[in-house]
């Protein structure tokens, strides 16, 4: 079956222009979150869906971050007036139940490659 | 100190020896455990989840897990050169912090012909 999407797969930006990054989760998965990937870096978790809920939105780094899930399908990660720190490899995954399940395995999609020049 | 702990390597092995990954974290509340394997360009895929002390095998992979030490580790037998990549662990922290999964930096293992 079809794993995570995400589009688009790269992105360049002027400092200042504002990105909206897509994920399109596995088909039934509840959960969904967002990692933001740094060179050389594990993922570090920016927040998390459960359904239509953002449960956490701990990791956003600033203001400029936001997210939504309005229909609990499809995701939207939205960065206003980026900033060159802003440049990573932005990451979604899925898992099938509630996130707070031990069990739950989460599965990556291939990510967006945000360049913020 | 570090929730989660890589080492970052390179670890260098030759083709059909043992690699053994070690991860250690600060949380004694994390319950489950996952390692990911990350190509260089592309994105984490899940090669092993374990959630109860002692081993796991699935095929060449073998997870330990030691949660009285706070380690885990990863052991790759007959490495083969498509095995080179970084390979990530992953704990999840108990219930009461959502689900998200906290990663290490990373062990880059490179399998020499």
């Known amino acids: 079956g079809a794993g995570v999407s995400q589009s688009p797969r790269y992105k360049v930006a002027k400092r200042g222009q504002d990105v909206a990054l897509r994920c399109d989760p596995i088909?039934?998965?509840?959960?969904l979150f967002w990692y933001q990937q740094a060179l050389g870096q594990g993922p570090e978790f920016l927040t998390y869906?459960?359904?239509?809920?953002?449960?956490?939105k701990s990791g956003l780094p600033s203001d400029r971050f936001f997210a939504e899930r309005p229909e609990g399908s499809v995701s939207t990660l939205k960065i206003q007036r980026t900033q060159q720190e802003d440049s990573a490899v932005y990451l979604c995954?899925?898992?099938?139940?509630?996130?707070?399940?031990?069990?739950?395995?989460?599965?990556f999609g291939p990510g967006t490659r945000l360049t913020v020049l | 100190q570090k929730e989660v702990e890589q080492n970052s390597g390179p670890l260098s092995v030759p083709e059909g020896a043992i690699a053994s990954l070690n991860c250690t974290y600060s949380?004694?509340?994390?319950?489950?455990f996952f390692w990911y394997r990350q190509y260089s360009g592309k994105s984490p895929e899940l090669i092993m989840s374990?959630?109860?002390?002692g081993d796991k095998e699935d095929g060449r992979f073998t997870a330990q897990l030691n949660k009285a030490s706070q380690y885990v580790s990863l052991l790759i037998r007959d490495s083969q050169p498509s095995d080179s990549a970084t390979y990530l662990c992953?704990?999840?922290?108990?219930?009461?912090?959502?689900?998200?999964?906290?990663f290490g930096q990373g062990t880059e293992l490179s399998v020499k012909p």
């Open positions: 088909s039934g998965h509840v959960s």
């Open positions: 995954a899925s898992s099938l139940g509630a996130g707070t399940s031990g069990y739950n395995e989460q599965f």
């Open positions: 949380d004694r509340g994390s319950q489950s």
């Open positions: 992953a704990p999840l922290p108990p219930d009461n912090q959502g689900g998200k999964l906290i």
């Open positions: 869906f459960q359904n239509e809920a953002q449960l956490d």
């Open positions: 374990i959630y109860s002390n």
